[in-house]
């Protein structure tokens, strides 16, 4: 009898406000498209199923960004309360079937196919898998099944970061610096973009 293959899933956080940029920072052009259409769609094409996006204060405009793109979305409408709140949301409508979970912030362009199948072939070692450029970690981040429990429960100011702590991590040496680059004002975008234009990371 043929074993079952591990599925895995998306969960891409795009909820919050983006006080700091001045506009929805997910939205801004990446590779010819919004932030959030590349990030969905690189996982879309990694064979994470299903794809959640988590959103909150921006619906209708992210909404409009995915047409046409095999998504699940989930409006959380707590999602002033913190980042646990749209953890929670999206793990929440999760297959009982999926045998984990990868954890995207919609801020984080940096999205590598190959990244994603050197995590998944490192799954079995812990519960919380992380790619880390000299010893920092960074994202995506992929969550076994055995944390959901422990994530739908969590309380509104925790984070992934502060949960971890709880499970046995897998540090996966990853060597692309932009596995820890976000975007929190457009002076961080702008930097990220100019790296990115010139040959930096090919994501």
Known sequence: MTSKQPSFAAVILAA?????????????????????RHIALHAIEAGLSPVIVVLGAWLGPIERSLVGLDIKFVHNT????????????????????????????????????????????HHGNSDVVLPAYEGKPGHPV??????????????DNETGRTIQKGF????LDWPDPMILRDIDTREDYQRLLEDHLSGESEQ
């Not at 984990?100 to 801020?107: E, H, I, R, S, V």
């Not at 046995?168 to 540090?171: D, I």
Request: charged residues 20%.
């Open 168 to 171: 046995a991590c897998f540090f």
């Open 16 to 36: 919050g406000k983006s006080s700091r940029f001045g506009g929805q920072k997910v939205l801004v052009d990446w590779n010819g498209q919004p932030l959030i």
């Open 78 to 121: 707590d999602y002033e309360k913190g980042m646990g709140s749209s953890l929670r949301s999206g793990f929440k409508v999760l297959p009982n079937a999926v045998d984990g979970a990868f954890l995207f912030l919609g801020d984080h362009p940096y999205v590598d196919q190959s990244l994603i199948k050197s995590m998944i072939d």
């Open 142 to 155: 992929l969550w076994n099944s055995s944390t959901f429990g422990r994530i739908v429960n969590m309380d």
